[in-house]
């Protein structure tokens, strides 16, 4: 056991800081503060003594330099009852510091911003903090060190069971904390830099546990769940997720967040079976389920907004394996929770705000590492390349498509309204062959593909491709481009006097 005499505070999270150390003071244990978290405690009134005093060294350098002191990590890393540490403590002057609580600058927070400047993110990376936290954790045995402002309660729980001494089996668990937690800031750094220099440096990553899954795709996988996905979702009814439901939901909120106008999608097996747009999401729903009433058989559905007991009682009508919304109104979670086996999921976040900036896949010897697919349309105007300039309709259409196929996987086709999907054909070895499903299963839906819109994730290689949609009743096309025979494809939409835009961005899914 070891008695807790004399802490250091220095947070930049300064949750719940000012109650924790007024009961340390209490306890009679000398506080050493810093900056704002001295500030802080002194408004609170909390009895507290400058770093500089401790170390009779000034705050300089702008604050960089202020705990990177002898007597600071003296008083953290002498082996309490070591003759020779004790000896060369006392001979420098080291005062013991006992408990170290500390949280360091928000770099991820600052990184994540929109627009972060490189000079902005280095003056947000902690270094007096990993410093103290590596010296106190490496020397648990006598040190106790807090990372987490969760974890308070905890310690004052233990110095209260235990006459103000903290147990070595807590000490060990903080400090195991303590160093995963000074690990995932470094990593965080050194990713965010590798970005901004383009080095050569490896790629690392560490997640937190989130859950351990009852198994994979296959019953016969293990599996897990790490990073914060519960920060974005909240399971509100329903058995546990599983790993497919998870992919899903995932592929869903990507697919929801290319709308902002009243939306509600349909996924099965992480590809869209259906999207439609009204202000009534009743409406909506139809129009998604019209594309294709067979697939969205035990299926994800997504909307963006908030479900009310219209909606509830027409998606109640098929079998579901997950419903996504940012809200249900009480007569429509009612009737949802009837059906036990259901999940249902509230959305945290209105649109994709995923703070990890980075696509990656898993490969045989490695992982392959991608930015995200966050391309935009933008002057389309600009980017027509047929003769005929396309109607307003049209555009809206071709824009609408555009947003699902970017979701569908490749080879993707897509026909659409300027409201709704018609036809989709996913997953294809063939561009034509996606176009022939998409066809297929519009007119297996009784829905007729006159006047549509027909959207490519990639470019037609070849002017087939195009001149089936043509025959299929589309009036319009929006693609890449890229082909060595876009002149070609060109000129079919001409002779079939089609409106078509080349957007230059390709959507490939594999």
Not at 100 to 128: C, H, M, S, W
Not at 233 to 251: M, R
């Amino acid at each position: 056991m070891m008695k807790i005499t004399r802490a250091l505070i220095s947070v930049s999270n300064k949750k719940g800081v000012a109650a924790f150390a007024r009961a340390l003071e209490k306890q009679g244990i000398d506080i050493i503060s810093t900056g704002g978290t001295a500030d802080l405690l002194r408004k609170e009134g909390v009895p507290v003594r400058d770093i500089s005093s401790f170390t009779d060294f000034p705050e300089v350098l702008e604050g960089r330099v202020k705990t990177l002191h002898p007597r600071v990590h003296g008083g953290l890393l002498y082996k309490r009852g070591n003759p020779l540490h004790e000896k060369q403590a006392k001979e420098c002057g080291f005062q013991p510091i006992d408990l170290v609580v500390v949280n360091l600058y928000p770099f991820e927070a600052t990184v994540a911003k929109p627009g972060v400047t490189l000079a902005e993110a280095i003056e947000q990376i902690d270094i007096g903090g990993p410093s103290m936290i590596r010296s106190a954790a490496k020397n648990y045995e006598s040190v106790t060190v807090v990372v987490d402002p969760a974890d308070y309660d905890t310690i004052l729980e233990t110095m209260r069971d235990h006459e103000g001494e903290t147990t070595l089996k807590l000490r060990e668990r903080l400090a195991i904390k303590a160093f995963i937690k000074t690990s995932d800031y470094d990593r965080a750094i050194g990713t965010f830099l590798n970005q901004e220099q383009a080095t050569d440096a490896s790629f690392s990553l560490s997640l937190p546990l989130v859950t351990r899954l009852r198994y994979g795709e296959n019953p016969h996988q293990t599996a897990a769940l790490y990073g914060d996905f519960d920060q974005h979702f909240k399971k509100l009814h329903g058995k546990e997720l599983s790993f497919n439901n998870i992919l899903d939901i995932s592929a869903a909120a990507n697919l929801i967040a290319e709308f902002t106008e009243p939306t509600v999608a349909i996924l099965k097996h992480t590809n869209p079976c259906g999207v439609g747009s009204d202000d009534d999401l009743r409406e909506a729903w139809e129009k998604a389920f019209a594309t294709d009433k067979q697939a969205p058989f035990g299926g994800v559905i997504i909307c963006n907004r908030p479900v009310n007991e219209a909606l509830a009682k027409a998606i109640s009508e098929i079998f579901s394996e997950v419903i996504i919304a940012p809200e249900f109104e009480a007569e429509a979670r009612t009737l949802f929770q009837k059906k036990k086996n259901l999940r249902l999921i509230r959305s945290l976040t209105p649109r994709s705000t995923d703070k990890q900036p980075q696509d990656i896949r898993s490969v045989t010897g490695g992982v392959l590492v991608q930015d995200k697919d966050s391309g935009e349309l933008v002057d389309l105007a600009t980017k027509v390349v047929s003769a005929r300039e396309p109607t307003e309709a049209e555009m809206a259409a071709m824009i609408f498509g555009w947003r699902v196929v970017k979701r569908v996987k490749s080879n993707a086709i897509v026909y659409a309204a300027a409201d709704r999907t018609l036809g989709i054909g996913a997953g294809q070895m063939s561009r034509v062959d996606a176009s022939r499903i998409a066809i297929w299963k519009a007119h297996e839906a009784g829905l007729s593909l006159q006047s549509s819109a027909v959207a490519s994730d990639a470019f037609f290689p070849f002017p087939d491709g195009l001149l089936a949609a043509a025959d299929a009743g589309a009036t319009c096309a929006i693609q890449p481009g890229g082909s060595v025979r876009d002149e070609e494809v060109i000129a079919a939409a001409n002779d079939r006097n089609m409106a078509m835009i080349f957007t230059g961005v390709r959507h490939f899914r594999h």
